[in-house]
């Protein structure tokens, strides 16, 4: 299967409300992404301010001297001057967009869809004469006439760009529709490729994607910790994780996603909840007395992955819904022996608790010396 990701933390993920990146935080970030093997790096879009605009430059002059291996985009809106910005840049790639549904025609640019089409034709056209490669945004696509759409893509191609996104701008797809429009747009429109840009808003990004990609996309858009306008879109750790899981397909390297999720989350101020997939942290934390019976058994248990591959380890937390299996595994580590009835009798103190969210392992030393009526001491 062939697929890859487009990180697109630097743009999509800066339009999270109240996320701004320092220029030295960018370029941080852009070496970091590399590093973990996104095909591609979404730089920003040069024309909203000057701060973007210097990152974009010292983003590619990495990439010129050959720091960054992933190819870098700049984003562009559907007109002369931001294509003139982004390719003075010389990035690799501007990603030009448009809203073509008839709700952005009307609303926004104010054009029928025949004057969206020429515009369309004459910007994509015109960023080719910079001698650059292009990749066009439907913007709005997933509310789109459908052979609005496919005029729309073809008019694209035919200006010369060699990719296009199928943006669900509003995040209202799911996956069989998804997956259905994918196979039909690469059906009647050859000679380009597809990614798929998937917001969150229903909470079937990271599904919507892999039903692209089975449909026929080849780049998926992403953002580390899912940032993005409003909901934010494919969160990177949750589809690299799938991909791998599904397909087989490492598109990244999958034991360095903790630290760019760290590394963003910082950098962002958007903390990451601890549920969060894959890289959050009760990721691997298991709790119910069977749970964790089952995981010390065999961690297949109730792990699709082992926490290893992710560079991570399984841990359990200790509460009323303990069990014996938990508890005697926890003593043990500790270097503490009890015998059944003092087990049985620390487990019994522990349910009858009330509102205690965990106990660490001094409370239940503590415990263990109230019930034994010794004093344990625990293996350093
Ligand atoms: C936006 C633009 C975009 C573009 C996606 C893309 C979208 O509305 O801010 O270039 O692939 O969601 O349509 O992020
Ligand atoms: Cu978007």
Same mark, same amino acid.
Request: hydrophobic share 40%; proline share 4%; charged share 30%.
């Given at each position: 299967?062939?697929?890859?990701? /487009?990180? @697109? ?16 935080? !960018? ?40 720091? *960054? ?31 073509? @549904?008839?709700?952005? /025609? ?6 029928? #869809? ?5 515009? *369309? ?59 259905? /429009? ?70 990244? #390297? ?8 760290? /590394? ?47 560079? !991570? ?16 595994? #926890? ?25 205690? #969210? ?23």
């Amino acid at each position: 299967m062939k697929v890859g990701i /487009l990180d @697109s933390t630097l743009r999509e993920g800066e339009q999270t409300p109240g996320v701004v990146f320092t220029m030295e935080q !960018r370029v941080e970030i852009a070496k970091a992404l590399s590093d973990l093997g996104v095909s591609m790096i979404e730089a920003g879009h040069p024309a909203v301010s000057p701060d973007i605009y210097e990152g974009i430059k010292r983003i590619v002059k990495l990439k010129r001297e050959g720091e *960054i291996t992933s190819e870098i985009l700049g984003h562009s809106r559907a007109v002369k001057r931001d294509v003139e910005i982004a390719s003075e840049l010389e990035v690799d790639r501007i990603a030009i967009f448009y809203g073509v @549904s008839d709700i952005h /025609l009307k609303a926004k640019t104010k054009t029928t #869809r025949e004057e969206a089409l020429n515009v *369309i034709a004459d910007v994509v056209g015109y960023a080719k004469a910079h001698g650059v490669k292009v990749r066009f945004t439907a913007e709005d696509a997933t509310r789109t006439d459908l052979n609005y759409l496919v005029r729309v893509a073809k008019t694209a191609r035919d200006a010369g760009a060699d990719r296009i996104s199928i943006a669900d701008t509003v995040g209202i797809l799911y996956p069989t529709k998804t997956r259905e /429009l994918f196979s039909y747009l690469v059906r009647e429109i050859p000679g380009v490729e597809f990614d798929i840009h998937a917001h969150n808003d229903l909470g079937m990004a990271v599904a919507n994607a892999l039903a692209a990609v089975e449909g026929g996309a080849t780049i998926i858009h992403a953002t580390v910790n899912g940032l993005g306008e409003r909901v934010g879109i494919v969160a990177l750790q949750s589809v690299a994780a799938a991909l791998k899981y599904h397909f087989n397909v490492e598109v990244v #390297r999958l034991d360095k996603l903790v630290s760019v999720s760290s /590394l963003v989350e910082k950098y962002s101020g958007i903390p990451t909840p601890p549920n969060f997939p894959i890289t959050g942290d009760y990721a691997f934390v298991h709790k119910a007395g069977v749970h964790v019976a089952g995981i010390l058994s065999d961690p297949r248990t109730y792990e699709f992955m082992p926490p290893e591959t992710f560079g !991570r380890s399984r841990d359990y937390v200790i509460d009323k819904y303990t069990g014996k299996h938990a508890l005697k595994d #926890r003593f043990e580590r500790l270097g503490v022996k009890l015998d059944d009835r003092e087990m049985e009798q620390v487990l019994a103190k522990i349910k009858s608790s009330q509102g205690t #969210r965990y106990f660490r392992d001094v409370d239940l030393l503590e415990i263990a010396e109230e019930v034994t009526g010794k004093v344990l001491k625990p293996r350093p």
